[in-house]
């Protein structure tokens, strides 16, 4: 398959969909930083500026399923916690019943 970088992958697009800007690099107009694993640098980076919320992939797999913001409390980075890459189908592991919800790590 040709990669296709991340501004062409479904959770980009998806997030764009749902009105989100987009940037590959933090800037001082991010107010989100979507990882899959808090032992990034660009995670400690995103960690001083104090106003950047860190969520998981799968709190923007679950906005991008859901066609609403979800609350970020729920979907926390942990070391290590991503098996997904950028352009991963975001659907493909979502779970959205209550009783299939994972718990904060």
């Known amino acids: 398959a040709e990669y296709m970088g991340p501004e062409r992958s479904p959770r980009w697009l998806g997030a ?3 009105g989100a ?5 933090l800037s ?8 899959g694993d808090a032992g990034t640098q660009k995670v400690a980076q995103a960690r001083e500026m104090h106003d950047v919320r860190l969520v998981s992939i799968r ?3 679950a906005c991008i399923a859901r066609y609403e913001h979800v609350d970020e409390a729920l979907f926390p ?4 916690l991503s098996t997904f890459s950028i352009g991963d189908d975001p659907l493909k592991n979502l779970r959205l019943s ?6 904060p790590v």
């Open 98 to 103: 209550d009783s299939d919800a994972e718990e």
């Open 28 to 35: 001082p107009l991010t107010t989100h930083l979507v990882a």
């Open 21 to 25: 800007r987009c940037l590959a690099d």
């Open 59 to 61: 709190w923007l797999d």
């Open 16 to 18: 764009e969909r749902l």
């Open 77 to 80: 980075i942990a070391p290590g």
